[in-house]
């Protein structure tokens, strides 16, 4: 009698600890999407044939993410008649500087496997900007907000994006719905790690050089390589408020404005437990300075206990790349594939 008595006690423990989790997850989510959110408007999306790739068929997309913005994308059709039916999706994030097509070896391969493939081009890229290429655009829009304290395109706004192309992938006949998968590199791999505690419709994600605590790297000096990506937007950033460049505090002050709550109730270890009991996948080079190794680790190890109390402990995975800075090497790309056909089936 005492024994299931104490059964009983932990039981009703452990039931009360997982629904504490999930309504402080629930509020941090909603939190977060308070900040991203904006009116919806039609996708009024646009396709148009382009030449296949190694036999594939290649489209290009365009919809509209909100009333001012038209998102600019590829879609890679899988062989049709060795993939039949509705197909999952892999959905790809490119980094700083970078455009959709940079990320097009990773596209190929997820095709190759059996999967719809889609890349988009960030916020202030690719076919976004005048240029076509580079961050002198990305930069200008991220000191363009500091100022006015009007949008985010510093990850937060991709993160609407790729939401809104999961509303179009939910009106496609050949999409499974239900298994769309979501991986980025770098500023895409911050931004899958967001899109994917955002949105419970991405059921796998594949984070590459993205996943770290913003708190841990101000606490502990290692901020300068991150912001050294945006290093213009910073420094202007820096002029307009007469502060210098090379103050932590004012590392938290710009971080504020531009990206309120990365630091603090939206940084990785917190984000990473939105995504539990999700699949995910973490990959880092072990001497990546953009992703410093131990707030990686932390990230990984808050979220842990969320995935324990599902029962799904071999959903969280971190792959740690040995004498890597900040690359993605071959190998991590086939990890990150077959951790996608692993969860989705293609």
């Given amino acids: ?16 600890s997982l629904l504490a989790l999930a309504d402080a997850g629930n509020e941090t989510r909603a939190a977060y999407l308070a900040v991203i959110d904006r009116p919806r408007v039609a996708l009024q999306p646009e396709l148009a044939q382009l030449p296949a790739v190694e036999g594939f068929r290649k489209y290009h997309l365009w919809f509209s993410a909100d009333a001012n913005e038209r998102v600019p994308a590829y879609l890679l059709l899988p062989d049709a008649a060795r993939f039949k039916g509705p197909r999952p999706v892999v959905i790809a994030l490119h980094g700083t500087g970078g455009t959709k097509d940079d990320i097009a070896g990773l596209v190929v391969a997820a095709v190759r496997a059996g999967f719809i493939g889609v890349a988009i081009d960030g916020r202030y890229h690719g076919e976004r900007i005048p240029s076509g290429s580079g961050a002198n655009e990305y930069n200008a829009a991220i000191a363009r907000a500091f100022t006015t304290g009007q949008g985010h395109p510093f990850y937060y706004d991709t993160t609407w994006d790729v939401m809104r192309l999961i509303d179009y992938l939910e009106t496609r006949k050949d999409v499974d719905a239900k298994r769309i998968g979501l991986t980025g590199i770098s500023k895409g791999g911050i931004e899958t ?28 000096g290692q901020w300068r390589a991150r912001i050294a990506t945006i290093q213009a937007a910073f420094n202007a950033a820096a002029r307009e408020a007469g502060k210098s460049a090379d103050d932590v505090n004012f590392v938290r002050e710009f971080y504020a404005r531009v990206v309120p709550g990365i630091d603090g109730r939206f940084d990785g270890p917190a984000m990473l437990t939105l995504i539990a009991p999700r699949p995910l996948l973490v990959v880092n080079g072990d001497s990546d300075a953009n992703t410093p190794l131990a707030g990686v680790r932390l990230a990984i190890e808050t979220a842990r206990p969320a995935y324990a109390a599902a029962n799904s402990a071999d959903r969280l995975q971190l792959m740690i790349e040995e004498n890597t800075p900040h690359r993605v090497n071959p190998e991590a790309i086939d990890a990150g594939i077959a951790w996608f056909v692993r969860w989705l089936t293609p």
């Fill in 1 to 16: 009698m005492k024994l299931a008595r104490s059964l009983a006690a932990a039981w009703l423990l452990c039931t009360l």
């Fill in 193 to 220: 790690y967001l899109a994917a505690a955002a949105d419970p419709r991405v059921a796998v994600a594949v984070s590459y050089l993205g996943v770290q605590s913003f708190k841990w790297s101000l606490d502990n």
